[in-house]
C-alpha cells in the first residue's frame, strides 16, 4: 500500500532552517509528482510546492518562493522540503502529497514546524 512518512519538523527560531523528508513506499516513485502542503491552525490546507517527477521543474507558493527548495531522491524513494530564512506565519503541519490518478490521492500523517524565538 501507498505510504507517506514525513519527519524533519520541529522547533526553529525566526531565520532559521529546518529541512524536511518525505520517505515514500506503495508506488513508482520516479513516475509521479510530488508536493508538499501545510495547514497552520484555523486555516485551510495550502499548497507549498511541487517537484516534477524527473525534478527538472519545480513550484511554489509565492508565499515560500526565494526561501523554500523541493527535490527528490528517485534512488531514495524521498522528497524533500529545504526552508530558509523561516517566519512565524510559517509555523504548521506540513504533509507530503502524491495524487497516482482519479480517487488516488494519498497524504503523510503530517510533521509539524514550530518557528518562534
Known amino acids: 500500500q501507498v505510504q507517506l512518512v514525513e519527519s524533519g519538523g520541529g522547533l526553529a527560531q525566526p531565520g532559521g532552517s529546518l529541512r524536511l523528508s518525505c520517505a515514500a513506499s506503495g508506488f513508482t516513485f520516479s513516475r509521479y509528482d510530488m508536493s508538499w502542503y501545510r495547514q497552520a491552525p484555523g486555516k485551510e490546507r495550502e499548497l507549498v510546492a511541487t517537484?516534477?517527477?524527473?525534478?527538472?521543474?519545480?513550484n511554489y507558493a509565492d508565499s515560500v518562493k526565494g526561501r523554500f527548495t523541493i527535490s527528490k531522491d528517485n534512488a531514495k524513494n524521498t522528497v524533500y522540503l529545504q526552508m530558509n530564512s523561516l517566519k512565524s506565519e510559517d509555523t504548521a503541519v506540513y504533509y507530503c502529497?502524491?495524487?497516482?490518478?482519479?480517487?488516488?490521492?494519498?497524504w503523510g500523517s503530517g510533521t509539524l514546524v514550530t518557528v518562534s524565538s
Open positions: 517537484i516534477h517527477t524527473t525534478g527538472s521543474s519545480t
Open positions: 502529497n502524491v495524487v497516482l490518478g482519479i480517487a488516488k490521492d494519498y
